[in-house]
Structures are given as structure tokens and as C-alpha cells.
């Protein structure tokens, strides 16, 4: 693996990270701005623009770098040997540094202060089985579809996943680093986030181990 071709993975995980995270905490500004104080219509908002951004930004950046975008997908891959181990560094400091430019892109579009932590509580058992149950269930999505197919399923799972999971479904490291950095609707307290993170690992292994016996050939 060069370390030209690396570098420009990388930095396709970096742009397709901070276009996530821009489209998450963006929407959900704009959303609540918009919604007058209706909860579950801000939250329809947040989740149209987040599945519909995902699958626009898989089918761009997948054929660069898998367009993974989350370190627990490029972790599963790495288990799997879908992903150079040496590759993983360079793709979750892009993934968390695209991020991180991505919630200060969004707060300064939308006038916000350009890193306000956030104060938004999202703790307690029911967040974190969510998390797992998230994570596992993205995982799942990428591991049993079709290559052509995963763009849209990803975006799909995504899309109800904010509905069915009492955390509105992060299932992304990356992602909810960002989200801390934002003191709006899409945020999380910056307290809550390692237990998060460490619940969406937690679903990732154990949705790489699932598939591994359940379907050995398949791959991310």
C-alpha cells in the first residue's frame, strides 16, 4: 500500500466524515429552528437529511475508500482483513479530524459558536443498549448487502434507526466526538460521549463476530 494511495483514502474518510457530521449537526440546527418547538418534527428533519446525505456520500467516496466514515466500521473491516491494521490509524484520525471540522463547519454556517460544548444529557442504560443495538444493527446492514446495494441500505438503516433506538442511533465514534463539540439539537455532553463510544465498539465486535460464523465469505 503506497503511502500516496493511503493518503488519499484518508482523506476521503476525512471529507465524507466533516460532510457527515456538518449534515447531522446542520439539519438539526435548521430543523429545530424551523419545527416551533415540535421535538418529533425537528427530529423527522434530522433524520431525512442524515439517511439522504449517507447514501449521497457513499456512492461518492465509496469507490476511494469504502466511504466508512466511522472507526467502528473501519475497525470490523480490519478484523475482518477487509482493511490494512496499518491503514486504521490514518483512517480514524481522519475520521475524527473530518469530524471535528465538520461540527465547527456547521456551527459557523448557522451562526453558532464555533465549538460550544454541548449540554445535551444522553446517558443511562436504555442510551447505551441503544448504542449497542445500533451499532450492531449498521454493521449487520453492511455485512449482508450488496455492494451496489449498501449506499441506500446504510442510509435506510440509519433513517429508522433514529426512530427505534432510544439514543436516536450515533452507531459512530467519530460522530459523536463532533457532536459534543456542538451545544445544539444533535448534541451530546461531552461526559456522555465515552460511554457511547464504548457501547458502539461493544456492538461492532459483536456484530463482527455474529457474521463471521453466520456468513464467513462475506465482508464489508
Known sequence: MAAADLARRATAEALGTGFLVATV???????????????????????????????????????????????????????????????????????????????????VMFREPIISLSRHARTGGDQWLSEVVATFGLLMVIRGTKPAAAPFAVGAYISAAYWFTASTSFANPAVTIARALSDTFAGIRPVDAPAFIAAQIVGAVLATMTFRWLSPRSAP
Do not use: F, K
Request: charged content about 5%.
Open 25 to 107: 449537526i446542520g439539519s438539526g440546527i435548521m430543523a429545530e429552528r424551523l419545527s416551533g418547538g415540535n421535538v418529533a418534527l425537528a427530529l423527522l428533519a434530522n433524520t431525512i437529511a442524515t439517511g439522504a446525505g449517507l447514501i449521497a456520500l457513499i456512492l461518492a467516496l465509496g469507490p476511494i475508500s469504502g466511504a466508512h466514515m466511522n472507526p467502528a466500521v473501519s475497525m470490523a473491516s480490519a478484523i475482518d482483513g477487509a482493511l490494512e491494521w496499518r491503514a486504521l490509524p490514518a483512517y480514524v484520525a481522519a475520521q475524527v479530524g473530518g469530524g471535528v471540522a465538520g461540527a465547527v463547519l456547521a456551527n
